[in-house]
């Protein structure tokens, strides 16, 4: 028991976890550990693509990936379709995309607004 005092005492402000082992029912703090995951071919630059996400070297947006990528063309088929671009690039964008789902579409939604906008002003 004196290991466990002494263990609450060092991570002070970590989360208490719950756990059982045995039949025994344990309580101790533990340390919770967030990974940032970079996303080497990923960058935003104010004067390229409205400052949202692109593809490192070009002017490709994560979400025109994206946007292809729902309409069900496979990693391979976008590497097809966007010869300048690397398998690795597109993983990465889509990877980019399940990190940032919610931003993703949000923009997606914005630019078929806006195109049907631009189609209706003709």
Known sequence: MLDIERARVRVKRQHLIYTSVKGYNFKYFG?????????????????????????????????????????????EELAREFPHLSLSQIYDALSYYYENQEAIDREIDEDGEENIKKLIHK
């Not at 550990?33 to 960058?43: A, E, L």
């Not at 004067?47 to 990528?69: D, F, L, M, Q």
């Open 31 to 75: 340390v919770v550990m967030y990974t940032k995951v970079i996303h080497p071919y990923i960058d935003s630059k104010p004067g390229i693509g409205e400052g949202k996400p692109i593809i490192s070297g070009t002017r490709t947006r994560v979400a025109n990936i994206v946007a292809y990528h729902k309409l069900g063309l496979s990693p």
